[in-house]
């Protein structure tokens, strides 16, 4: 199986059955910032991503914040919101995939990560043994470098993956 496979795919991350992982014995969710849940590098936590946070807690899920953007960016992100955070992940290195599961005592296997770049959040999810679930991204306008990594993407969606999404 190719490392850059999800093992879902969602249109918006609102879309993600929030019982049926639960059922499943999942446990935590590390979820991504820039382009998943927030407009890129300026995107604040609006209702929508306010409310999947509060149901997925609710829900008994443990959430972090989980983002290769820097601590003033995620702090930007969050506001009032109380979540734990990891900032400067550098995914797609499985060191902070474990690390935060291992602070958060939850293993890898019941470990949902929700992102949008197949070769940052989804190819860690992989390597870690975390279940990746791609989040299509919430905007067509990326940075630079996420720019750069989306025609890479393209390719492997089309020419690894064999998927149009
Ligand atoms: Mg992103």
Redesign the pocket.
């Known amino acids: 199986m190719s490392l850059f496979r999800p093992k879902k795919i969602l249109k918006i991350f609102t879309d993600l059955d929030i019982p049926r992982y639960r059922e499943q014995g999942f446990e935590m969710v590390l979820l ?5 849940i927030a407009a ?1 590098n300026t995107g604040s936590c609006d209702e929508r991503a306010r409310k999947f946070i509060l149901d997925l807690q609710k829900a008994g899920f443990k959430v972090v914040i989980f ?2 953007n820097n601590e003033k960016r995620v702090k930007m992100f969050l506001g009032d919101l109380k979540a734990d955070y990891w900032y400067l992940a550098m995914k797609p290195l499985p060191c902070s995939y474990l690390a935060v599961c291992k602070k958060m005592h939850v293993k890898p296997s019941k470990t949902i990560v929700m ?3 197949l070769i ?2 989804i190819l860690g999810a992989n390597l870690s043994g975390c279940y990746g679930i791609y989040c299509k ?1 919430l905007q067509e306008k990326d940075s630079k470098m ?1 720019a750069f990594n989306r025609r890479i993407e393209k390719f492997i969606w089309r020419n690894v993956l064999h998927e149009e999404v």
Do not use: L
Not at 32 to 36: A, E, F, H, L, R
């Open positions: 991504d910032v820039d382009n998943t890129p983002s290769n992102g949008d770049q940052t959040d991204q996420t």
